[in-house]
């Protein structure tokens, strides 16, 4: 069977996120969007499991079911380094094991917990429990495993389950290193709100013999990822080099010149995604190996609608045409590949013109960077040509 899994998010545990991540809001949401399996994120704190435990019914071998989605346990840790590693897990048993194993001075509140151990420790306390692991959004400026490394050898020890990307990188741009050959790609929302436009803005469409752990285990070792969806990484935060108090673009070498300060607000400067990756990389074109899955770019719908009416995407009238939409197709996943165009525009005539211009693979971007997400903007500011 295909899934689409989004496997890394965060509950209301976890700094800066709503207060809505709570499974009862995540659940319905998970389903408008398209997804079938939703991981929980925050998997080490004890308030949220407690939650999870309440709010899902087990299936076993790992599954805890709502109506409308199924959950596996994820968490996120950041180690000594600051690196942050994505732990999926096989069932809420271990997790309150793994937690109890943890050296951390905050995983009774924070949902994202720092723990005293490097890479490598946490990778054998996870592998001793038989979970996976492997970075979270591995090429940010912050807290990523190639800020604080030049290699997964010198994380771990050895290779990674897997590599998240992160939303400032997609598959091109990282199949220029040659140590990931082999390694699974992920595409993850890292959501911090259960609305469509964050949870499932990525996701991974996997072949899976049934929905479980095992079966997730076994796809990821034997490479059976049909497509990760994304947003095309020049709208991620940090994809450019950048300032993170005024966000102005900076030739990295002249940031490096600068010695990463702004001369214009003093602000610091942050190498960006693709500049770091440059700095890593074994070739200048991406060696795409014969088990890397097609990587497709995808947008969340309500941002689609606020840019064709100029307004926020979380404004009751973008929210009731996306309602709208959804209820006629199903999900937003299908609104934005499948749905014909002349059925899109029975329903709004404004919208599909955007759609069919996403589709295409005309709208602008304009990159973001020093942690302001890009814009997306209409070709030549009109749509004419789609009317």
């Known amino acids: 069977m295909i899934i689409n899994a989004d496997l890394h998010i965060h509950s209301c545990f976890s700094r800066a996120t709503s207060n809505n991540m709570v499974i009862d809001a995540i659940a319905p949401q998970a389903k408008l969007k398209g997804l079938h399996l939703v991981?929980?994120?925050?998997?080490?704190?004890?308030?949220?499991?407690?939650?999870?435990?309440?709010?899902?019914?087990?299936?076993?071998d790992g599954i805890y079911s709502t109506e409308d989605c199924d959950f596996i346990i994820t968490a996120e840790v950041e180690d000594n380094?600051?690196?942050?590693?994505?732990?999926?897990?096989?069932?809420?048993?271990?997790?309150?094991?793994?937690?109890?194993?943890?050296?951390?001075?905050d995983k009774e509140k924070e949902g994202r917990p720092r723990v005293r151990m490097n890479g490598a420790e946490i990778?054998?306390?996870?592998?001793?429990?038989?979970?996976?692991?492997?970075?979270?959004?591995?090429?940010t400026p912050w807290t990523s495993m190639y800020k604080a490394h030049d290699s997964h050898q010198d994380c771990y020890?050895?290779?990674?389950?897997?590599?998240?990307?992160?939303?400032?990188?997609?598959?091109?741009?990282a199949d220029v290193i040659k140590e990931l050959q082999d390694v699974p790609f992920l595409t993850n929302s890292d959501a911090h709100s259960p609305w469509p436009h964050r949870l499932g803005r990525e996701f991974n469409q996997m072949e899976v013999e049934d929905i479980s752990f095992s079966s997730l285990k076994n796809t990821l070792k034997r490479k059976k990822i049909k497509a990760n969806y994304g947003m095309d990484p020049r709208l991620g935060k940090y994809h450019l080099t950048a300032c993170t108090k005024c966000y102005q673009i900076f030739n990295p070498k002249k940031a490096l010149e600068l010695k990463m300060k702004c001369p214009e607000c003093k602000g610091t400067i942050k190498k960006g995604v693709d500049y770091r990756i440059s700095e890593i990389a074994t070739w200048n074109k991406p060696?795409?190996?014969?088990?890397?899955?097609?990587?497709?770019?995808?947008?969340?719908?309500?941002?689609?609608?606020?840019?064709?009416?100029s307004r926020g995407v979380t404004t009751k009238g973008v929210q009731s045409i996306w309602e709208s939409l959804v209820q006629e197709f199903g999900n937003e996943?299908?609104?934005?590949?499948?749905?014909?165009?002349?059925?899109?525009?029975?329903?709004?005539?404004?919208?599909?013109?955007?759609?069919?211009?996403?589709?295409?693979?005309?709208?602008?971007?304009?990159?973001?960077g020093g942690g302001k997400y890009g814009e997306i903007k209409f070709p030549e500011n009109n749509l004419d040509k789609y009317l």
């Open 123 to 139: 990778m054998d306390l996870v592998h001793d429990y038989d979970g996976l692991i492997g970075p979270a959004h591995a090429f």
């Open 333 to 368: 996943i299908e609104v934005m590949i499948n749905a014909p165009m002349d059925e899109i525009k029975n329903i709004d005539k404004e919208i599909s013109p955007a759609i069919q211009a996403f589709r295409d693979k005309t709208l602008i971007m304009v990159p973001g």
């Open 157 to 173: 020890g050895k290779k990674p389950d897997f590599l998240e990307l992160g939303l400032s990188a997609d598959t091109n741009m």
């Open 287 to 309: 060696h795409h190996p014969y088990h890397r899955p097609p990587y497709i770019h995808i947008l969340p719908l309500a941002e689609i609608i606020a840019l064709t009416y």
């Open 81 to 105: 380094k600051r690196v942050h590693h994505l732990l999926i897990l096989p069932s809420l048993e271990t997790a309150h094991e793994l937690r109890e194993k943890m050296v951390s001075v």
């Open 39 to 60: 991981g929980t994120g925050d998997g080490l704190h004890p308030g949220w499991l407690e939650i999870i435990k309440d709010s899902t019914t087990p299936q076993g």
